[in-house]
């Protein structure tokens, strides 16, 4: 049995995993790797892709950076959370503001130090990429249209870097960004709708704040609509495997979204969309397997 120091630990490692959503880390850092093995670099034997050192040093920088930005925005966004998250606030809290802050600063710094490794530019890159999350989180997520998109974009830069690194340009890189871009920015705006009346209390100008519910919802709908076009091209104009699959369910759960949008009314209809396209995006993460099974099998080999 846990003494009651050693509970009060596990609590505040626990809330600490909480605050910079860990669960996201992981799955962002599988999703790094993935995309490097299967569409970045798929001609590379797979060890040299796994155990590349600079690889790893990339993804380490860049779940350090996310891992800090949680911290950032969680730190703006205690009070807003009371309202909004009650309790996943008060798990939060057991963290103090000072022990928060002082991990962001250190996360911070051995991001840059990681990133010294691999080149200057790497550095510039990840410095830029800590400003950007720290001026989202403490001015832009405030305004509308911007702060999706500024939002959008820091979400898939992870991806940007490991795409520059390999120095892979092909069109079929683009569409499948797109394809995720337009899928965050949808999540992006749904989330704003869900957290309505804490960005109120707080005086935030978001899209539903400013131009209403109704037509937040249609903005919705139109990024929603959008992503059937890099949807469709990756099944009929590229070579995906089978995750062509992936793509025709996108399809048809895209069209539920729609129905279930345009049924909304009450926050917990909000919540059910975002979590139909946080579960569309996690299974795409999976699902970057299916571009070629007997790739993975045999490189395994």
Not at 76 to 96: C, F, G, H, Q
Request: aromatic share 16%; glycine share 2%.
């Amino acid at each position: 049995m846990l003494n009651r120091r050693n509970k009060l630990l596990l609590y505040k490692l626990l809330s600490l995993f909480s605050v910079v959503r860990g669960y996201n880390i992981l799955m962002i850092t599988l999703a790094q790797y993935l995309a490097s093995i299967y569409i970045l670099a798929p001609d590379r034997p797979l060890r040299s892709v796994v155990f590349d050192v600079n690889l790893f040093l990339i993804v380490t920088a860049s779940a350090l950076v996310i891992a800090g930005g949680y911290i950032i925005n969680n730190f703006y966004d205690a009070e807003k959370d009371l309202i909004n998250k009650p309790t996943k606030s008060m798990l939060d809290r057991l963290v103090s503001q000072k022990f928060k802050l002082t991990t962001y600063f250190v996360l911070n710094f051995v991001s840059v130090v990681a990133a010294s490794y691999i080149s200057f530019k790497a550095v510039l890159f990840f410095s830029a990429y800590i400003f950007g999350i720290w001026l989202y989180s403490h001015k832009l997520k405030r305004l509308p249209f911007i702060g999706n998109l500024v939002s959008a974009t820091l979400a898939i830069s992870p991806f940007f870097v490991v795409f520059v690194y390999y120095q892979n340009f092909q069109l079929v890189i683009f569409v499948h960004a797109i394809f995720l871009f337009l899928l965050i920015l949808a999540r992006e705006v749904i989330k704003d709708l869900e957290n309505l009346a804490g960005d109120l209390a707080q005086n935030y100008r978001t899209i539903p704040i400013l131009y209403g519910t109704k037509k937040a919802k249609m903005l919705i709908a139109l990024l929603i609509l959008l992503t059937y076009i890099p949807a469709f091209l990756l099944v009929k104009k590229f070579i995906v495997g089978h995750m062509y699959i992936y793509f025709y369910a996108c399809i048809v759960l895209f069209a539920v979204c729609l129905f279930v949008l345009y049924k909304a009314k009450e926050k917990k209809h909000f919540v059910w969309l975002h979590n139909i396209l946080k579960f569309i995006i996690v299974v795409g993460v999976f699902s970057i397997l299916l571009i070629n099974v007997d790739l993975f099998l045999n490189r395994i080999i």
